[in-house]
Nanobody, 121 residues
């Protein structure tokens, strides 16, 4: 089970840190990604981090603004978001995969519930 939190309302250029806490799985063996979803759209990949390594992967729009990290002692993955823009407004989800950093929605089997991020202009 994955539990996402940390969303909220911020102004343009503001920052937020999302958290994804895992339970009931061998956390250190899972790669974790963040996706986001706009109303009426599918979920798009934002950033992900591998299991047991420092490997990370970012969508182009996230590079330089977002940072994904994990704390295996806390079974938690973070998404630090900075320089937020109104177009970042979406529901953010975390997702887990046993083998590789998940980047495609339909390949994900384990999702957390979403957390709303709203960036005001």
């Amino acid at each position: 089970q994955l539990q996402a939190s940390g969303g909220g309302l911020v102004h343009t250029e503001g920052s937020l840190r999302l958290s994804c806490v895992a339970s009931g799985l061998w956390f250190t063996r899972y790669a974790i990604s963040w996706f986001r979803q706009f109303p009426g759209k599918g979920r798009e990949f934002v950033a992900g981090i591998g299991s047991g390594t420092s490997q990370t992967h970012y969508a182009d729009f996230a590079k330089g603004r977002f940072t994904v990290s994990r704390d295996d002692a806390k079974n938690t993955v973070y998404l630090q978001m900075s320089a937020l823009k109104p177009e970042d407004t979406a529901v953010y989800y975390c997702a887990a995969d046993r083998w590789t950093i998940p980047t495609i929605q339909h390949e994900v089997n384990l999702w957390g519930q979403g957390t709303q991020v709203t960036v005001s202009s």
